[in-house]
């Protein structure tokens, strides 16, 4: 059972079979070209469809309504090859080498397609295709693929690729085109040949008519205008060809390079990875599962522009022409299911973070014998940045993290931060309170309940860890630790050096920048705290009063020792 | 240059006057024409005869008209006109003169024993 197609054939109705069709076409469309130049070629043409048409009315019945290929054949037969046709409508006057040369300029108008061949095909008939194009034993292209396929999987890619983009000879005018006439160096070379020497004419010509136009002075202006219109068209046209093939080879190449990063970032290799990579990978996508989903989103939502690309840029390359509609479907569809997917993906992942909860706990801290405290922070020499611990520091909103990879496992570790408050009521205290988000209160409390931060008081020192650490095994939910010192007015607060990376927001009348407020010391005063060491920072602002309080008690002489 | 084209180029020429001599004798059209070049062996395909009788009526030597047929789309019968008559008389002497002319040229033997040839 065949397909039938129902053609106007010198105004008759036939019901002809799908394959009979093409063939039938093709064969008209190629005596066209082979009477390119012949005067009447309608007229012919027509003439030959009613003949044609008469043939095969003659060869279908009432029990043989369909035209099989069978009859084509027979028709083609009798007519003879299109060649016969030239040669009925070359002029008498020809020489004998004219008709050779017309018929090879005429047979590059059928020029060589590339199609993918199914008949003889490994996986996809890429190769075959490429050969027959190319004139090239199947067996090179083949080869050269397998090869490839051991470079990173850059040439399966690449083949996927070419399977898609080109298109497979199905019907016979397209395996006809595909085996059409070479595209080998001898044409190229009589092509290129060609067109320099049209150019070379057309150069003379347009030095001739400018010189004659130069002498009649603008006589026949308008024609020479008009042929000077014509030999712009066709340099705007090459012009624009030129153009189209950069832009098609850079669009390949900037596709490529951007899926090679794309493939590579993904693989892991650091350099070719932002650090927004990694803190959405740490932050966000920090299971497996949703890991896993992000990457399938990247893939899709990246890929699919950059794989798009390359594929427009090799079909404008090769003057691919059929159309294939179902790529550019399937491309859309796909790469609206990656937004989709990254969109329900990104609410999911909020929802586990919609609720904070805190854990407090209050330290009361022994009065030291003199009035001023020393802060200092423990760095664990395993954990510190010049340590062996290989890590990695994210700068999140307003919390910093560490990745530490210990013993080839990965930790991760918050800073914790630190700020000072005046007391109410004279005591002095540290209220350290554990922060984290999660999908609802309870687990978010459970989450701020296991995070480990330890603190230590040794008389007027006290020491602080240099990181927190979350619950074993639970998942960044935004753990945070503040650490608020309250502080009677009277005291003096030494920040170490170290507590550089954990002081937070610390209110002070200068108003001092946190990084600056460490290494110096710092008085309470009922107005805010006020530095002692001051060096390097502006005090005009600073009103004498707060400068020269002086608490009632006997504090004065400790600033005294101090100094 | 090869065979195939000389051939062409031969053939050229004398399948115009064919055509002419054979629509001397009264209408045809495609068809008949091709039925009657066919039986002499002088052209083995329909294509080349519909450009040259399409050339042949723009140089206004033949005319046509249309005629039903019956087994299939209307016909053109093609006709000589009167510049076509004369365009075949002159063809007609200048025919004998080319294959006499030729036979001397390529056949000198030939020329002299085809009168005994036709005694026989």
């Known amino acids: ?563 | 240059m090869n065979i195939e084209n000389t051939k062409a180029q031969m053939r050229k020429g004398v399948l115009e006057f064919c055509i002419l001599s054979i629509l001397s004798s009264g209408d045809q059209y495609p068809t008949e024409i091709i039925e009657r070049m066919k039986s002499a062996h002088l052209v083995v395909v329909e294509g080349t005869l519909y450009p040259l009788l399409t050339r042949l009526k723009n140089l206004d030597l033949l005319t046509y008209r249309w005629a039903e047929s019956t087994s299939g789309p209307p016909r053109k019968y093609y006709r000589l006109t009167e510049k076509g008559e004369m365009f075949l008389r002159e063809l007609e002497a200048t025919w004998d003169e080319l294959v006499a002319s030729v036979n001397q040229v390529v056949k000198p033997n030939n020329t002299t024993e085809q009168p005994t040839l036709h005694h026989e």
């Open chain 1, 1 to 563: 059972m065949n397909k039938t197609i129902t053609s106007n054939i010198g105004g008759i109705i036939f019901n002809i079979e799908e394959d009979a069709y093409e063939k039938l076409s093709l064969y008209l469309a190629r005596i066209r070209q082979y009477l390119a130049n012949a005067e009447g070629r309608d007229e012919i043409l027509a003439d030959v469809e009613a003949r044609i048409a008469e043939m095969l009315q003659m060869r279908v019945s009432q029990s043989k309504q369909a035209v099989l290929m069978e009859d084509v054949d027979m028709v083609m037969d009798q007519m003879g090859s299109p060649e016969a046709f030239a040669e009925g409508s070359a002029e008498g006057t020809a020489t004998a080498d004219e008709p050779k040369t017309k018929e090879q300029s005429q047979g590059q108008h059928t020029r060589r397609r590339l199609y993918r061949d199914a008949d003889d095909n490994v996986i996809g008939g890429v190769c075959s295709g490429i050969g027959y194009y190319f004139d090239i034993d199947p067996v090179w292209i083949r080869g050269a693929f397998a090869i490839s396929f051991f470079v990173f999987g850059t040439g399966l890619l690449f083949y996927i690729l070419l399977m898609i983009i080109i298109p497979k000879a199905e019907t016979t005018t397209e395996k006809l085109e595909m085996k059409g006439e070479n595209v080998n160096f001898d044409n190229i070379r009589r092509s290129v040949q060609e067109e320099f020497e049209h150019l070379k004419k057309k150069a003379e010509n347009f030095g001739e008519e400018a010189k004659q136009w130069g002498k009649r002075g603008g006589e026949n202006m308008r024609s020479r205008g008009s042929r000077f219109e014509d030999n712009a068209r066709m340099a705007v046209k090459r012009t624009a060809d030129v153009f189209g093939k950069i832009f098609s080879m850079l669009l390949i190449i900037i596709g490529v390079s951007l899926l090679i990063g794309f493939v590579l970032s993904l693989l892991g290799f650091h350099s070719f990875s932002s650090d927004t990579f990694n803190y959405a990978r740490f932050s966000m996508f920090n299971n497996d599962e949703s890991y896993l989903m992000a990457v399938v989103c990247g893939i899709l939502i990246i890929g699919i522009p950059c794989i798009m690309m390359v594929y427009k840029g090799i079909r404008m390359l090769l003057k691919v022409k059929t159309k294939n509609h179902y790529v550019h479907y399937t491309a859309v569809g796909l790469w609206l299911i990656g937004v989709f997917l990254f969109v329900w993906l990104l609410i999911d992942r909020g929802r586990e973070f919609s609720e904070e909860n805190h854990v407090s706990e209050t330290i009361p801290m022994l009065h030291p014998e003199n009035d001023t405290l020393l802060i200092k922070v423990n760095i664990d020499p395993e954990m510190s940045s010049n340590g062996r611990g290989r890590f990695r520091k994210y700068k999140m909103h307003n919390e910093d993290w560490k990745d530490f990879a210990i013993n080839g496992k990965s930790v991760k570790l918050g800073y914790p931060q630190f700020t000072i408050e005046p007391s109410e009521n004279g005591k002095m205290e540290l209220v350290v309170d554990k922060i984290s988000n999660g999908p609802d209160l309870r687990t978010a409390q459970e989450y701020a309940r296991k995070i480990t931060y330890s603190i230590t008081q040794t008389d007027s020192l006290i020491e602080f860890s240099s990181f927190f650490r979350p619950g074993t095994g639970d998942p960044f939910r935004g753990q945070q630790v503040v650490v608020t010192l309250y502080l009677p007015v009277g005291k003096v607060i030494n920040l170490h050096r170290t507590t550089k990376d954990i002081l937070w927001d610390i209110d002070n009348v200068t108003d001092t920048w946190d990084g600056d407020m460490a290494s110096r010391r710092w008085k309470m005063t009922p107005q805010g705290l006020v530095c002692v060491d001051c060096s390097g920072i502006d005090m005009s602002k600073v009103s004498d009063d707060v400068l020269n309080y002086k608490p009632a008690t006997k504090t004065d002489s400790v600033l005294q020792q101090a100094k």
